[in-house]
């Protein structure tokens, strides 16, 4: 069973998110390998690291979004 993973609500205008082109409404069900099921473990999975592997979907697809923290 694949976890719920963290809803994103907003992004702003030229934030890190932005510029990896993460949208409204994406949701991060992994980052790296490891799947993620809330807020709390995306924070858990990310404190210690600068650039970011996530595993998102949107729209019944799947990505793979390279970022920056």
Do not use: C, H, Y
Not at 5 to 26: F, M, T, Y
Not at 53 to 62: D, E, H, P, S
């Amino acid at each position: 069973m694949q976890s719920q993973g963290v809803i994103i609500l907003s992004v702003e205008p030229n934030s890190n998110a932005d510029r990896a082109r993460l949208k409204q409404g994406d949701i991060i069900w992994a980052v790296g390998n490891m799947e993620i099921s809330d807020l709390d473990e995306f924070k858990s999975f990310t404190e210690d690291k600068d650039i970011l592997i996530l595993r998102v979907k949107r729209n019944g697809r799947q990505l793979i979004i390279q970022m920056r923290k």
